[in-house]
């Protein structure tokens, strides 16, 4: 079955500075890795995914995130984080030959101080 | 505009009693799925539904029960029969075609036992 691991409960980053996320991953074929935010009292919102080719991801809000296959890992990253970027994060993966289903992480609060 | 719709976006629920989570989507998305939300648990699967008319158990199902009637509805019932049912509840759907496709998420439902 495949787990994802966030090591980390809380990231506090200074704004303007480069903010990581740190995600590893477990499937037992080859993975679709996603990355999603939340804002207090609401659902997830979409970042990005890693399904295929260039191993450097950009997407949503200046994120970006960098597949590792050889240390299973897929690190979302910001290089000047902004007080909004202030939330919840989630990383999350699915096999791609297995059933529909999508394993989250438990999620990281970053905190970007003023 | 489509989207994921949930109500209602809070409930509260004396013990013993039934509800009903409502969750519609006009996104023409196949699959339909239901994740608890839990502080410093991540999102954790009740149910999934890849077709009209037929849903699979997650990792959370006992005390739930599903329907999936309509391609774009997905009504989640929490029963009686769930210990512990206070909880932040999110309803995603997703393209069943292939699955690289990302979860698009409602803003959620806050359900509290009194």
């Known amino acids: 079955a495949q787990s994802v691991a966030q090591p980390e409960d809380q990231v506090n980053v200074a704004e303007g500075n480069p903010l990581t996320v740190k995600c590893t991953y477990s499937?037992?074929?080859?993975?679709?890795l996603f990355w999603y935010v939340q804002y207090p009292n609401r659902g997830l919102q979409f970042l990005l995914k890693?399904?295929?080719?260039?191993?450097l991801v950009k997407g949503s809000y200046g994120f970006e995130a960098e597949f590792n296959k050889s240390q299973t890992s897929f690190h979302l990253k910001k290089p000047s984080a902004l007080v909004s970027d202030s939330a919840l994060y989630f990383c999350a993966v699915r096999d791609i030959r297995g059933n529909n289903r999508l394993a989250f992480g438990k999620g990281n609060q970053v905190v970007v101080i003023p | 505009d489509g989207g994921i719709t949930q109500s209602p976006k809070y409930l509260f629920r004396k013990e013993g009693q039934n509800v009903t989570l409502s969750c519609e989507q006009n996104l023409n998305h196949d699959a339909m799925y239901w994740y608890r939300q839990d502080p410093g648990q991540g999102l954790r699967l009740i149910y999934y539904?890849?077709?009209?008319?037929?849903?699979q158990k997650g990792d959370i199902a006992e005390g739930y029960s599903v329907s999936r009637e309509k391609k774009e509805s997905f009504p989640l019932t929490v029963t009686s029969a769930q210990k512990n049912p206070t909880a932040f509840y999110l309803c995603?759907?997703?393209?069943?075609?292939?699955?690289?496709?990302?979860?698009?998420f409602g803003e959620g439902s806050r359900l509290t036992v009194l």
């Open positions: 995603a759907s997703t393209l069943a075609v292939g699955r690289a496709g990302e979860l698009f």
């Open positions: 499937v037992s074929g080859n993975p679709y």
């Open positions: 539904s890849q077709i009209v008319n037929d849903f």
């Open positions: 890693y399904i295929t080719g260039d191993n």
